[in-house]
Nanobody, 131 residues
Framework: QVQLVESGGGLVQAGGSLRLSCAASGRTASRHGMAWFRQTTGLEREFVAGISGSGERIHYGDSAKGRFTISRDNAKNTVNLQMNNLQPADTAVYYC????????????????????????WGQGTQVTVSS
């Protein structure tokens, strides 16, 4: 089993920054591909950023490119999402997720950006961006 706990969400003005963290536990956590998704009420979960088990392959959703940075420290079992130049459209609950394998590390971008691929999820952390 892999357990995920997100933190770092909050309220920020447009143009500001937040850094989300995901603490992962489990004996094989470092082997999993990891991703951040976000969701607003009534909508499908949106892929934000993903990183392979090794950390060498990274992929961003269109809304995140140029503004967000995903990273991981496997020694600490931590995945982070640095979010800069936040805008009201970024307001959502942000979820950390772990792949049951390593889709992004295998080059499977479709699977690696699809919520159904991810077997483990954190509880979510709210990000609210005011105008």
């Amino acid at each position: 089993q892999v357990q995920l706990v997100e933190s770092g969400g909050g309220l920020v003005q447009a143009g500001g920054s937040l850094r989300l963290s995901c603490a992962a536990s489990g004996r094989t956590a470092s082997r999993h591909g990891m991703a951040w998704f976000r969701q607003t009420t009534g909508l499908e979960r949106e892929f934000v950023a993903g990183i392979s088990g090794s950390g060498e392959r990274i992929h961003y959703g269109d809304s995140a490119k140029g503004r967000f940075t995903i990273s991981r420290d496997n020694a600490k079992n931590t995945v982070n999402l640095q979010m800069n130049n936040l805008q009201p459209a970024d307001t959502a609950v942000y979820y950390c997720a772990a792949d049951s394998r390593d889709s992004l590390g295998s080059g499977w971008l479709v699977a690696g950006t699809t919520p159904r691929t991810y077997a483990y999820w954190g509880q979510g952390t709210q990000v609210t961006v005011s105008s």
